[in-house]
T-cell receptor, first 116, second 116 residues
Framework: AQKITQTQPGMFVQEKEAVTLDCTYD???????LFWYKQPSSGEMIFLIYQGSYDQQNATEGRYSLNFQKARKSANLVISASQLGDSAMYFCAMREGMDYGQNFVFGPGTRLSVLP | DGGITQSPKYLFRKEGQNVTLSCEQNLNHDAMYWYRQDPGQGLRLIYYSQIVNDFQKGDIAEGYSVSREKKESFPLTVTSAQKNPTAFYLC???????????????FGNGTRLTVT
């Protein structure tokens, strides 16, 4: 079974608008971390934002925020005021705490295209 | 500046040849990882290592081998037994052990391997 699901293979957004990228996860471990990464066409993986399973508040980092709904096991990434440079692949990932979280599990990714 | 260095950026080999991809980190991280990425796809774990002289197979270890003789280095050998080795390979590292659940993966810039 897929541990991380990203149901949107591709998304389009108009420049300056907000966009939400979906991520749902599956774990029985009470301790876990959720991460979002951006991969531009150059291939590098850029860490964007982190949410811990025990965090009470939704994480925010600049224009990025994470809509964390623990009961629904979802961790959607919200990008506000989209810029052309936001066009990239976006991956949701999870690190479980059982064995000190040695393995990261990645979702299949969502390709975001920002339109001028 | 601390980071992860992968070399070379592009690598071309003939079918039947073994090839070794280099990965060096100076972040003092215990854990290191190798991922494979095919075009338009997510990341798949090949091998990971939590400590020197120890490593574990990931989801797609067949046809690959690794070593971890030094904390800083985690080279990946793509052997001739790997049936479809042409791909983008990403090396990563992170903190390990207790309390590391919030530690993101830090990635190198990747190596694009083409085997003909």
């Amino acid at each position: 079974a897929q541990k991380i699901t990203q149901t949107q293979p591709g998304m389009f957004v108009q420049e300056k608008e907000a966009v939400t990228l979906d991520c749902t996860y599956d774990t029985s471990d009470p301790s876990y971390g959720l991460f979002w990464y951006k991969q531009p066409s150059s291939g590098e993986m850029i860490f964007l934002i982190y949410q811990g399973s025990y965090d009470q508040q939704n994480a925010t980092e600049g224009r990025y925020s994470l809509n964390f709904q623990k009961a629904r096991k979802s961790a959607n990434l919200v990008i506000s005021a989209s810029q052309l440079g936001d066009s990239a692949m976006y991956f949701c990932a999870m690190r479980e705490g059982m064995d000190y979280g040695q393995n990261f599990v990645f979702g299949p990714g969502t390709r975001l295209s920002v339109l001028p | 500046d601390g980071g992860i260095t992968q070399s070379p950026k592009y690598l071309f080999r003939k079918e039947g040849q073994n090839v070794t991809l280099s990965c060096e980190q100076n972040l003092n991280h215990d854990a290191m990882y190798w991922y494979r990425q095919d075009p338009g796809q997510g990341l798949r774990l090949i091998y990971y290592s939590q400590i020197v002289n120890d490593f574990q197979k990931g989801d797609i270890a067949e046809g690959y081998s690794v070593s971890r003789e030094k904390k800083e280095s985690f080279p990946l050998t793509v052997t001739s037994a790997q049936k479809n080795p042409t791909a983008f390979y990403l090396c990563a590292s992170s903190r390990a052990r207790e309390g590391a659940i919030s530690s993101p993966l830090h990635f190198g810039n990747g190596t694009r391997l083409t085997v003909t």
